[in-house]
Every structure is written in C-alpha cells, then in structure tokens.
C-alpha cells in the first residue's frame, strides 16, 4: 500500500508541476518571469544548504545572505525586461550587475572577520553562474524587442523531459554498461543512447508544437539537450554525492528538490543561448 501512495504521491506533484509550469511559461511574460524567479531562489537556498553542510556556523550565518546576493542580480535583469525601455539597457550595466553582489560578499565578509571568508565569498559566485545567469537568460530568450516567445522556453524544457524520460526506459530496458558509475550508478551508455536517439526523433516534429525554428535547428537543440542536460544532471549528482544526499531537497514530493528538477535544463540553458543567438539569429 505504501508504493501505491508513494507512485501516488509523485503523479500527483508531477501533475501540479506540469501546471504550474505551462500557466506560468505562457500565459504572461511577468508570470514567466515570476515563475523562473521563485525556481532559482528555491534553487539557490538549496545550493547553499548543501555547500555548507558540516558547517553549522557558516551555514546558519550565510545561507539567507549569501542567497539573497546571488538572486539580486535577477531583479535587474527583471526590470529591464519588463519595465525599462531597450535602449536604456548596456552590456557593460549588465556585467556590472552580475558582478556587484560578489564584491558586496567580500565586503561582507571582510567586515564580519570570519573564518574561510574566500570559500563563501566563492560560493556566491558559483550561485550566479549556476543558477542566476542561466535564468536570466532564460527571460532574453523568452523577452526580446519583437514580443513574447515562451514556446522558446518550453520547447527547450520538453527537449529535457524527453531526454530523460527516454534515457530511464532505455536504461531500465536495455542498460549494461555504466555511463559514470563513480557519480551516478543508474546511468547507463544505453539509456543515454536511446534518449538521445528519442529527443532527436522528437525534435524534428516540434516546429509543429511550438513554431519558432526550423525542424533542423530544432534537432540540433535537442543535440545540444542530451549532452550538456546529462552533463548538468553529472554535476549535480557530484553535488549531492559530495555532501553525502540523495535529492536537494524536498519541495516535490517522490521527485526530490528544485535542484534535482532542472539540474540538466539550468546546464543547457547557456550552450543552447549561444546556439540560438550566433547561429539563429545572428546576434551577439
């Protein structure tokens, strides 16, 4: 009875979550906006809640903080996308931003004259440019001058879902030979093939679903998908291995934390940027 509850429990989360997602990707750009905010300041508490495990003080002292810094710079990239005109906007403003809140940590941290001050300081920079930064661009993709693009963003969400789900039927039907055993056991070679030989199949349909790209750029996308979204999902799990934890966190139920949901789709996020803006639209 318990696994009944247990499956339970987990479809009925992935189903909530399914909802969540969509609503907040397409009815609005503020609700997208919204949406990917609350994910990576839930991401960000648990990033710091496992960089400081076994350190009581540091942890009780700077997750809340260190937090906070390493999401401010979002709130920047939220006002100019959805309140400031584009020629206000400057590449140079914008680094600056992104930058701020590290120095601010090491002024922080200058001042309190804690222990280790430069292992904090560094995991503040290590939040923006895992989490902070791939969500914010996740808002230039869905945000540009000529509208509202969330198809983008849920094309690219799929492309991960599908990755996934292929790779585990996969796995779980064909796997043998261990893909990185030492980081994640489960993993096989075979399941990583067959999800990838599933996503590309897939892509090639998804001008039909979500228009944007061609069918090519689509399939490419969904090459870019299955590396670094099984490269991201490597990390966290040495993440997680490191400090001795099964999930991130508990926010879903059967489905672990934040962290454990978007691992691969956070890692995509900036090759795929890269791929759309050069080589799409032809922009820097």
Request: aromatic residues 14%; charged residues 15%; hydrophobic residues 55%.
């Amino acid at each position: 009875m318990s696994k009944f509850k247990s499956l339970g429990a987990r479809a009925t989360s992935a189903t909530i979550f399914a909802i969540v997602m969509i609503a907040g990707i397409y009815l609005h750009k503020v609700g997208l906006v919204l949406l990917f905010g609350v994910i990576m300041f839930i991401g960000l508490r648990e990033l710091f809640t496992l960089s400081f495990t076994g350190d009581e003080e540091g942890l009780r002292k700077y997750r809340i903080p260190g937090t906070v810094l390493a999401f401010s710079p979002y709130l920047w990239v939220a006002v100019q996308k959805l309140i400031l005109p584009k020629e206000i906007s400057s590449t140079f403003v914008n680094i600056a931003m992104f930058l701020l809140p590290v120095f601010i940590a090491m002024l922080l941290e200058l001042l309190g004259r804690a222990r280790q001050q430069f292992s904090r300081v560094a995991f503040v920079a290590l939040g923006i440019a895992y989490l902070t930064v791939p969500v914010s661009l996740v808002c230039d993709l869905a945000i540009q001058d000529k509208g509202f693009h969330p198809d983008i963003i849920m094309g690219l969400l799929v492309l991960i879902w599908i990755s996934d789900t292929g790779a585990y039927f996969a796995g779980s039907a064909f796997g043998k030979h261990k893909l990185y055993p030492a980081i994640s056991p489960g993993k096989t070679w075979e399941g990583s093939i067959g999800g990838a030989v599933i996503t590309i199949i897939t892509a090639w349909f998804f001008p039909e679903l979500f228009g944007e790209f061609s069918a090519g750029q689509w399939v490419i996308l969904g090459i870019i998908a299955v590396v670094f979204g099984t490269l991201g999902d490597l990390t966290e799990s040495m993440l997680k291995r490191n400090n001795g934890v099964k999930d991130s966190g508990n926010i879903m139920p059967g489905h672990g934390g934040i962290l454990d949901r978007f691992d691969a789709f956070i890692f995509l996020i900036p090759f795929a940027y890269l791929y759309i803006r050069l080589f799409i639209y032809g922009l820097y």
